[in-house]
T-cell receptor
Framework: GQQVMQIPQYQHVQEGEDFTTYCNSSTTLSNIQWYKQRPGGHPVFLIQLVKSGEVKKQKRLTFQFGEAKKNSSLHITATQTTDVGTYFCAASGAGGTSYGKLTFGQGTILTVHP | DSGVTQTPKHLITATGQRVTLRCSPRSGDLSVYWYQQSLDQGLQFLIQYYNGEERAKGNILERFSAQQFPDLHSELNLSSLELGDSALYFC???????????????FGSGTQLSVL
């Protein structure tokens, strides 16, 4: 089945440093989503990317979808303590067999030291 | 508040027992998804229902079953529970129309299951 690999598994940064997590698939994706889960909370939808090479920004967060639609990244500029949590990518594969089914990456756990 | 309601929030039971987890989707959402989250396995997709019918199946054990009722709420039944079934079980909903722009999931707060 479709697999989505996400790296790194853990990232510890000092407040103010940048952070990036990467998501890779061996198959072409129809779209990719990013979710954030705060400690003790539930995943919350951040954004969806659909187009090849798409770049979207939300304040200090920049999301990219690769040209081949097989990889994506989330970059946070100047991290803050409020950024702590686990960031997941979730992908829908191209083709009908993956219709409606999102496969989540393993997540990157971000800790920010003040 | 995502609009997705899960009950109970916590469940403690013994091995061999059977439990039922309940989920009410957001108003208007037709699709319900169940995910299992454990420390070493991340978010594992179990099953999806759309408007009462099973649409997709993931890594769901035969001891587990689910259904979606006419009022669109869903129940996940876990039987012959084992220690390894201890996890956080999330329900999520989406409008499920198939339009890629609307496939985003809204998660409930989860049910923490502890099997002792």
């Amino acid at each position: 089945g479709q697999q989505v690999m996400q790296i790194p598994q853990y990232q510890h940064v000092q407040e103010g440093e940048d952070f990036t997590t990467y998501c890779n698939s061996s198959t072409t994706l129809s779209n990719i989503q990013w979710y954030k889960q705060r400690p003790g909370g539930h995943p919350v939808f951040l954004i969806q990317l659909v187009k090849s090479g798409e770049v979207k920004k939300q304040k200090r967060l920049t999301f990219q979808f690769g040209e081949a639609k097989k990889n994506s990244s989330l970059h946070i500029t100047a991290t803050q303590t409020t950024d702590v949590g686990t960031y997941f990518c979730a992908a829908s594969g191209a083709g009908g067999t993956s219709y409606g089914k999102l496969t989540f990456g393993q997540g990157t756990i971000l800790t920010v030291h003040p | 508040d995502s609009g997705v309601t899960q009950t109970p929030k916590h469940l403690i039971t013994a091995t061999g027992q059977r439990v039922t987890l309940r989920c009410s989707p957001r108003s208007g959402d037709l699709s319900v998804y169940w995910y299992q989250q454990s420390l070493d396995q991340g978010l594992q997709f179990l099953i999806q229902y759309y408007n009462g019918e099973e649409r997709a199946k993931g890594n769901i054990l035969e001891r587990f079953s689910a259904q979606q009722f006419p009022d669109l709420h869903s129940e996940l039944n876990l039987s012959s529970l084992e220690l390894g079934d201890s996890a956080l079980y999330f329900c999520a909903s989406s409008d499920g129309t198939g339009n890629p722009t609307n496939e985003k999931l809204f998660f409930g707060s989860g049910t923490q299951l502890s099997v002792l």
